[in-house]
């Protein structure tokens, strides 16, 4: 197994800066997600690990190795791509094996590299076909089946998942996961939908306009973002963020935010007065949509089963004081100096 370490890396395009100081560390056997908005960097960066583009400043290391100058074959890693690159004019067990035969290894041990792959990925029986007749997960497969076989220590995988439907990148994400840990092989995952790096992941690196936003293990991204921006884009719903100024007219500067699940319902008159808009019932929980009357702010809150209250309600809504986050209205840093007192009277969504 391998590590995997970028040291202050650095990859411009004229005045663009696609990757900006980059730095951040995979441990052996680990899975480490880049997430991140369209632009934000995580596939330029990725490819810089793998030597398809060339750092212009900062060290990348593989299994303590300096690989910042060297060619891609030589980096001893497999990589994923996001559109399978599969040969529609070779079968899947031609495909599979083909870097295995552009390297000349001996035919018994690519047949045998191919059985054991075939087996692990079940794809025994589809490997006189042709790419035309799979699925999209049996293609998904047919490129993780390929990258096994070349028995590299490192796999990247670049956002492997986008193209299926919701249904099948679910059950592909637990596979992905699976086979990884079974494997012991060192894997960095570029993705934009953070439900894949929250759920996958062992460490998650949250990139915004080529830097590093906030990187931890997905708990900690999750209880405790370091930045406002780091707290609207994790979790589904994101984060409600709203200026202090709703819940005290004698602050300014601060940002304050609470997760849907820990908002609360009260009475007309009560905590932070708001208007239900709409009422989205999901089967074992509703998301309860709510405008401030001080301002047009939304606020998503999350109850379990059905919701208590209909469109157009009047309420309160309340959370605990240590459920509450504060950012710093200009710069988005976290602040932590618990600037508002806690609401009175919280009333439970019922069960």
Request: with cysteine; net charge positive.
């Amino acid at each position: 197994m391998s590590a995997i370490e970028l040291r202050a890396v650095h990859k411009h395009w004229e005045a663009t800066r696609a990757v900006d100081g980059v730095s951040l560390r995979a441990e052996a056997g680990q899975l480490v997600a880049l997430l991140g908005p369209s632009g934000c960097g995580k596939s330029t960066t990725l490819r810089l690990i793998a030597g398809l583009e060339r750092a212009d400043g900062g060290q990348i290391l593989i299994g303590n190795r300096d690989v910042t100058q060297l060619p891609s074959p030589q980096r001893g890693i497999a990589m994923v791509f996001q559109n399978y690159a599969l040969f529609p004019h070779l079968t899947v067990g031609e495909n599979i094996v083909f870097g295995l035969s552009v390297r000349r290894l001996p035919k018994p041990e690519r047949a045998q590299r191919l059985a054991q792959a075939a087996e692990l990925l079940g794809l025994q029986a589809l490997l006189e076909r042709k790419p035309a007749q799979l699925s999209g997960g049996q293609r998904q497969r047919v490129a993780l089946a390929r990258a096994i076989v070349a028995q590299a220590p490192v796999c990247l995988m670049d956002e492997p998942l986008s193209n299926l439907d919701a249904q099948l990148r679910q059950h592909m994400r637990g596979e992905i996961r699976a086979l990884q840990q079974r494997l012991g092989m060192t894997m960095v995952y570029v993705t934009h939908d953070q439900t894949e790096a929250m759920t996958m992941a062992d460490h998650v690196v949250l990139m915004r306009a080529g830097r590093i936003e906030q990187q931890g293990p997905p708990a900690e991204l999750y209880e405790r973002p370091a930045t406002a921006f780091a707290a609207g884009f994790i979790g589904a719903p994101a984060m409600n963020l709203f200026p202090v100024e709703l819940v005290d007219a004698t602050r300014r500067g601060l940002t304050l935010g609470v997760r849907p699940e820990h908002l609360r319902l009260g009475p007309p008159g009560s905590g932070l007065a708001a208007r239900v808009e709409a009422v989205e019932y999901l089967g074992a929980e509703s998301m309860v949509v709510c405008s401030a009357d001080r301002g047009p702010h939304r606020l998503v809150m999350r109850c379990n089963g059905r919701s208590p209250v209909a469109a157009g309600r009047a309420v309160g809504l309340h959370w605990a004081p240590e459920h509450q986050h504060g950012f710093d209205a200009v710069s988005g840093q976290r602040a932590d100096d618990g600037p508002v007192p806690p609401l009175p009277n919280p009333l439970e969504c019922p069960a």
